[in-house]
């Protein structure tokens, strides 16, 4: 009989990892960097594995960044540390194919190879059939 709902493997955490790496992120609230958390990189990716699999992993604070945009204000921006994107891409990683499945075809917001624009062409594409 399985305890856990989902096993975490250390498989699962180290493409992650990979994944998080190719991104090439900024630093979070620890101040660690790609580079620095590769300085430690087996020990850092055992931590989260196995923080993950026994249920205790909670993620750090994210590091708040003003972006300047083109009109004069300030858009805040959350930067959440290596660890917990590597622990976020291995929930992603996990969930996206299983919910890609049973996702409607008009289903748009925050999906891979979806954006606002198909969204809006779908509409109107809906409006044209139905009118």
Not at 16 to 34: L, M, Q, S
Not at 80 to 90: I, K, N
Request: glycine content about 6%; overall charge positive.
């Amino acid at each position: 009989m399985e305890t856990k709902s989902v096993p975490v493997t250390k498989r699962m955490v180290w493409e992650a990892y990979k994944r998080v790496r190719a991104n090439n992120g900024a630093a979070g609230i620890d101040e660690v960097t790609i580079t620095k958390f590769e300085e430690k990189l087996a020990d850092n990716l055992y931590v989260i594995w196995n923080r993950m699999g026994s249920g205790s992993y909670f993620p750090q604070s994210v590091k708040r960044v003003g972006i300047p945009k083109a009109n004069g204000k300030i858009r805040e921006l959350g930067i959440p540390t290596v660890s917990d994107r590597t622990a976020q891409m291995v929930v992603k990683q996990y969930l996206e194919p299983r919910y890609e499945q049973i996702f409607s075809n008009n289903s748009f917001g925050y999906r891979p190879c979806k954006s606002a624009h198909q969204a809006l062409d779908q509409c109107v594409n809906n409006c044209r059939r139905h009118a």
